[in-house]
Every structure is written in C-alpha cells, then in structure tokens.
C-alpha cells in the first residue's frame, strides 16, 4: 500500500485550517489536522516543502516506522511547527490503515476501554451572574462538565470571555494586546466558584483555565482558595517550560492541576508525569505528534496516576477532533476531553461521524477516523491572516498569554 501523493489544503470556514491529505495506491486516501493557530503556513509550507516530498514511495502500512523517519530523520527535532507536521501525516497513516481494514481507528488501538467519552464545555460571561446563566445553559444541555470564566472587574479584557457561548481568541484584524493584572483575578475568582457551586451544588464537574498566567506560588495560593468548591481541575497555572516549578504549587494544594496543550513531545512533560506535580495532561493529537506519540505519552501518565484530558478547542479541526475521540475511547486512563462545538461551515466542510449527546461523545464506528473534507466548499473559504493576542501587565509590561 504505497503512498502516491499528498496535498496540504488551507482553508478558514469561520477560523483556519490546515488538513493532509495522503492518498495511496490502492485509492484509499487519509486525513490528519495539521492547524497551529497563528502560525498555520508555517507549518503548510513545511509539509509542502519538505515532507511530502519524502512519503511517496512509503509504505502506508509502516506508522511507526514513518514517524521514527520523520522525527529522528530531520535532525533539527521538536517544536511545534515539526510536530504539528509529523502528527498530521501520522493520523493520516491511521486513517488509511482504519479504512483499508474496515474498522474505526479506536478498534486498531486496543478497542474501546469505556462506553463513550464524557466532554466538558465552555461557559463565560461579562459578570458572575453571565457566566453563572452559561453554566445553566450547558447543563440545560446536558452536560455533566462545564470550564468556567468570567471577566475579572477593573481589567478589559479577560482570557476566555467570547461572545455569546463561543470562544475564539485568534484576531483578523490587528494584534490584540489586552491587559491583565494578577492582583485583581486572585482576589476574584474564588468567588465566582462560590457561587457557582452555590447554585448549581457539588456534583457538577468545574473547571477554571488560568492561561500560564501567575507564578508558582501565585497559583498555590489561588488553588489553595479554590479547594473548598472541589474543581475538576484548574488548568495551565504556570509557564510550563519549567517543569519543576509545578513542585511548589503541588506543595500548596490539593486542587487537581492540568496542563499540556502546548507541549510538542513527551520530553516536555514527562518530569511533570513522573514526580506526580499534574493530575491531568493535555496534550494533543494534532501539537504532540500525533495519535502514536499521544499514546505513548497517555502510557507513560498511566503509571503515574495522571489521567488524560486533551485540548479540544475550535483551533483544532473536526479531523484533530475525531482523532482525539478515538485515543480517548481506547486508553486505560483517560480523564475528560474538552469540546467547543465547531461553527457551521466548518462542519460542512469536514462531515464527520462523532456526535455529542448526553455530556458524552461518539466517535462512532465508520473506518478510520470517520471524517472527510469537502475540498470544492474548502476552496470557497480562503485563508485569512489571524494572530492570537499578546497579553501586557497593567505597566504595559509583555506577560505570559
């Protein structure tokens, strides 16, 4: 089953998208995501330029030997822009291999380990009692987890707030550059979930991202505030690049911490796996190399008591998206997925087969991943220029975004 050619489509039906898509010569083709929000040519131009040229030829069938040969064979290793190729053609791999085999993907990584995935949703608002009325909103919906946010009084503008139910921070027009003051979210979002929980009670799963924003002990200050309303997780409390940081702030509180979206490769966290500093780790199958990488990361965690819960956000695509569904299903240990229902265009242009009901997804059983692409709609939605916002303290000093 040898590979015959590959093409990069970049397309923005309502935000952008980079796809792979590997055909071989028994006409079965393949899909992986390949999108990193606001750097997404970059990473087009190295598939183009660099790693299609090299696949034709290969053996579809040998994932992992590709992988090692894409990896290990480039010399200059890591970094998102690398991985985020390497995971594209290696969820493509997996595509084909699923729909040559006639079986969904998850039925090639072991089978299902559980009977669907429980996915948590994004609820924001201006004030507490907005984001208290999304929260109803997702519960109405069924949802048994909801992240929760809230704009942080004296600040503008603040992480995760969107409009309406959507979040989607990437900006067409110019770089944003909000500003944010540590002071003011850690005297205030103690009592957002306060409240929430006041209202909605003790089993509805909470989470709260803080977006690499405070310092080790900042953060086990702030998970320390939060212990009495029992969150899920609080997620992204620190820059992650210095992995023994996390030590100091699991010195200070028991309330679970995630972490990982960011992270390329299993050399970015697996000191966080291996002194137990995370509960939850992040990473995704479009950023961390793919759904063969992504497992050994999940097998690594396994043996440390950390559980999975990757990036799910609408900067990934519904391909990124039914892939992570598939790891999901099969690993032992596997937390919580996030889920940002995508816009409609972008579902027309990706049909797919996973389905959202009851708080839980399906990735459900068509071979392989269980998406395609529409490339003609594709075509009618060109790429647009968008940057992701760069945060500065109140002093106009640059900070962690």
Same mark, same amino acid.
């Given at each position: 089953? *040898?590979?015959?050619?590959?093409?990069?489509?970049?397309?923005?039906?309502? *935000?952008?998208?980079?796809?792979?898509?590997?055909?071989?010569?028994?006409?079965?083709?393949?899909?992986?995501?390949?999108?990193?929000?606001?750097?997404?040519?970059?990473?087009?131009?190295?598939?183009?330029?660099?790693?299609?040229?090299?696949?034709?030829?290969?053996?579809?069938?040998?994932? $992992?030997?590709? /992988? !090692?040969?894409?990896?290990?064979?480039?010399? /200059?290793?890591?970094?998102?822009?690398?991985?985020?190729?390497?995971?594209?053609?290696?969820?493509?791999?997996?595509?084909?291999?699923?729909?040559?085999?006639?079986?969904?993907?998850? !039925?090639?990584?072991?089978?299902?380990?559980?009977?669907?995935?429980?996915?948590?949703?994004?609820?924001?608002?201006? @004030?507490?009692?907005? @984001?208290?009325?999304?929260?109803?909103?997702?519960?109405?919906?069924?949802? %048994?987890?909801?992240?929760? !946010?809230?704009?942080?009084?004296?600040? @503008?503008? @603040?992480?995760?707030?969107?409009?309406?139910?959507?979040?989607?921070?990437?900006?067409?027009? !110019?770089?944003?550059?909000?500003?944010?003051?540590?002071?003011?979210?850690?005297?205030?979002?103690?009592?957002?979930?306060?409240?929430?929980?006041?209202?909605?009670?003790?089993?509805?799963?909470?989470? %709260?991202?803080?977006?690499?924003?405070?310092?080790?002990?900042?953060?086990?200050?702030?998970?320390?505030?939060?212990?009495?309303? %029992?969150?899920? /997780?609080?997620?992204?409390?620190?820059?992650?690049?210095?992995?023994?940081?996390?030590?100091?702030?699991?010195? %200070?509180?028991?309330?679970?911490?995630?972490?990982?979206?960011?992270?390329?490769?299993? =050399?970015?966290?697996?000191?966080?796996?291996?002194?137990?500093?995370?509960?939850?780790?992040?990473?995704?199958?479009?950023?961390?190399?793919?759904?063969?990488?992504?497992?050994?990361?999940?097998?690594?965690?396994?043996?440390?008591?950390?559980?999975?819960?990757?990036?799910?956000?609408?900067?990934?695509?519904?391909?990124?998206?039914?892939?992570?569904?598939?790891?999901?299903?099969?690993?032992?240990?596997?937390?919580?997925?996030?889920?940002?229902?995508?816009?409609?265009?972008?579902?027309?242009? =990706?049909?797919?087969?996973?389905?959202?009901?009851?708080?839980?997804?399906?990735?459900?059983?068509?071979?392989?991943?269980?998406?395609?692409?529409? $490339?003609?709609?594709?075509?009618?939605?060109?790429?647009?220029?968008?940057?992701?916002?760069?945060? *500065?303290?109140?002093?106009?000093?640059?900070?962690? /975004?």
């Amino acid at each position: 089953m *040898r590979i015959v050619g590959g093409k990069v489509i970049v397309c923005s039906p309502g *935000r952008n998208f980079v796809t792979v898509k590997l055909e071989t010569e028994d006409g079965i083709y393949g899909l992986g995501d390949a999108t990193l929000n606001g750097r997404e040519l970059a990473v087009a131009s190295y598939l183009g330029d660099h790693v299609l040229p090299l696949l034709e030829g290969r053996d579809a069938r040998r994932i $992992e030997d590709i /992988w !090692q040969f894409l990896y290990k064979g480039a010399y /200059w290793r890591r970094g998102p822009v690398t991985m985020t190729a390497i995971a594209a053609v290696d969820a493509a791999l997996w595509d084909i291999k699923g729909k040559a085999l006639g079986v969904p993907v998850y !039925q090639l990584l072991g089978g299902a380990s559980r009977d669907a995935v429980l996915v948590y949703g994004h609820a924001s608002g201006g @004030t507490i009692d907005e @984001t208290v009325d999304a929260v109803g909103r997702y519960v109405a919906a069924g949802y %048994h987890a909801v992240r929760a !946010q809230c704009s942080v009084p004296g600040l @503008t503008d @603040t992480y995760g707030v969107g409009r309406g139910d959507h979040y989607e921070p990437a900006v067409r027009t !110019q770089l944003h550059e909000p500003r944010w003051s540590s002071t003011r979210y850690l005297n205030f979002v103690p009592s957002l979930f306060e409240r929430l929980r006041a209202v909605f009670g003790p089993d509805l799963h909470l989470l %709260h991202d803080v977006h690499h924003r405070l310092t080790p002990i900042e953060a086990g200050r702030l998970g320390r505030a939060l212990e009495p309303h %029992h969150l899920f /997780w609080m997620e992204d409390p620190t820059p992650a690049e210095n992995q023994e940081s996390f030590r100091l702030i699991r010195q %200070h509180t028991t309330t679970p911490i995630a972490v990982g979206e960011v992270f390329n490769s299993i =050399f970015d966290c697996h000191r966080l796996i291996e002194d137990e500093s995370i509960d939850y780790i992040r990473t995704t199958v479009v950023h961390a190399g793919g759904i063969s990488h992504l497992r050994k990361i999940a097998s690594l965690a396994e043996l440390h008591h950390v559980r999975t819960g990757s990036h799910g956000a609408t900067d990934l695509s519904p391909v990124c998206l039914a892939a992570a569904l598939h790891v999901d299903l099969s690993v032992h240990n596997f937390g919580i997925q996030e889920y940002m229902p995508h816009a409609a265009d972008t579902d027309r242009v =990706f049909p797919h087969a996973y389905r959202f009901e009851g708080g839980v997804m399906y990735p459900g059983d068509t071979p392989g991943l269980g998406v395609d692409i529409d $490339e003609e709609l594709a075509a009618t939605f060109p790429y647009q220029r968008a940057y992701l916002p760069v945060a *500065r303290l109140t002093d106009g000093t640059v900070h962690d /975004w």
